[in-house]
């Protein structure tokens, strides 16, 4: 497993911007497909975004479509979630996550969660 360590969250209003951090543990941090996750109070966790390997293959929930852009660094061991037009149900705790199987596109078999960041959107 990787440890991971993430950062960036915060209070924004709404229709504002963040950009979230994850930064990876060890050497192998290109072999793991990496994802956030939300969750906000009272409600299920969401997978958010995955990305490939390489960085060449993304997926997004629907609800963040246009908005959120998950991008990696491998040479950085850095995964971002850069957050635009943000909403009040954006609201959640944000976790990065990591994965040996190579399904960017589902939320299934992650194996390495961070602590979390909390992302706050004000209306």
């Known amino acids: 497993q990787v440890q991971l360590v993430e950062s960036g969250g915060g209070l924004v209003q709404a229709g504002g911007s963040l950009r979230l951090s994850c930064v990876a543990s060890?050497?192998?941090?290109?072999?793991?497909?990496m994802g956030w996750f939300r969750q906000a109070p009272g409600k299920e966790r969401e997978f958010v975004a995955g990305i490939s390997l390489s960085g060449s293959g993304t997926y997004y929930v629907d609800s963040v479509k246009g908005r959120f852009t998950i991008s990696r660094d491998n040479a950085k061991n850095t995964v971002y979630l850069e957050m635009s037009s943000l909403k009040a149900e954006d609201t959640a705790a944000y976790y990065c996550?990591?994965?040996?199987?190579?399904?960017?596109?589902?939320?299934?078999?992650?194996?390495?969660w961070g602590q979390g960041t909390q992302v706050t959107v004000s209306s």
């Open positions: 996550v990591a994965k040996s199987d190579s399904n960017y596109r589902s939320s299934r078999l992650y194996t390495s």
């Open positions: 060890g050497r192998t941090f290109s072999t793991y497909v």
